[in-house]
């Protein structure tokens, strides 16, 4: 079954700095991979997806994220963070052919002024 | 757009009451999917269904949570009787064929449930 890892609780960076949030996979076949992000008493928010193509994407917000199939990994990044960036992100990976989102356990992001 | 709207927003109820949770999907939309998130678990899918059947229930946790969806504007998630385990969020989303290809959900804001 398909599933994500995403390893870190909370990550803390300072406003201005790079942001990294981190995830792993496990899928059998090609993967499909998925950033959400979830605002304070909202539902999810699609930012970014990875099907095929160029390793790197670029989504909403400024984030993008980048494919690494040797690392099993998509990370997703901000090369400067903003105190508005501070939200729960998620992970989610859907194996080819399935309907079904399978999503990380979050990670709470804080962004200090 | 409205959105995916989802009531009630709130609700607290008391362990052995019926509880009746209301999804509103994107018009056009026609996959929806019921979710629960919990601190301890994260976010599962409960059941989803397409063109108002159910196609997979195997995240409902028990025989006392079921699922409707009668037409393509409204479906429910029952709880009957509830227990305080249930407490959780509970979000529906829905999205298109294309966007099950994408991975692009449209979620609701939730009902936040509490179960005493």
């Known amino acids: 079954a398909q599933s994500v890892a995403q390893p870190e609780d909370q990550v803390n960076v300072a406003e201005g700095n790079p942001l990294t949030v981190k995830c792993t996979y496990s899928?059998?076949?090609?993967?499909?991979l998925f950033w959400y992000v979830q605002y304070p008493n909202r539902g999810l928010q699609f930012l970014l997806k990875?099907?095929?193509?160029?390793?790197l994407v670029k989504g909403s917000y400024g984030f993008e994220a980048e494919f690494n199939k040797s690392q099993t990994s998509f990370h997703l990044k901000k090369p400067s963070a903003l105190v508005s960036d501070s939200a729960l992100y998620f992970c989610?990976?859907?194996?080819?052919?399935?309907?079904?989102?399978?999503f990380g356990k979050g990670n709470q992001v804080v962004v200090i002024p | 757009d409205a959105g995916v709207i989802q009531s009630p927003r709130h609700e607290v109820t008391e362990m052995g009451q019926e509880v009746t949770l209301r999804c509103k999907p994107i018009s056009g939309h026609d996959y929806l999917f019921w979710y629960r998130q919990t601190m301890m678990r994260g976010l599962e899918l409960l059941i989803y269904?397409?063109?108002?059947?159910?196609?997979?229930d195997s995240g409902m946790p028990e025989d006392r949570f079921s699922a409707k969806m009668p037409n393509a504007s409204f479906s429910t998630l029952k709880i009957q009787p509830s227990e305080p385990r249930d407490s959780a969020v509970y979000f529906c989303?829905?999205?298109?064929?294309?966007?099950?290809?994408?991975?692009?959900?449209?979620f609701g804001e939730g009902s936040r449930l509490t179960v005493l």
């Open positions: 989610a990976v859907r194996q080819g052919g399935n309907n079904r989102l399978a």
């Open positions: 989303a829905s999205t298109t064929r294309q966007g099950v290809n994408t991975g692009e959900l449209f």
């Open positions: 899928v059998s076949g090609n993967p499909y």
């Open positions: 269904f397409n063109n108002n059947v159910p196609i997979d």
């Open positions: 990875y099907i095929t193509g160029d390793n």
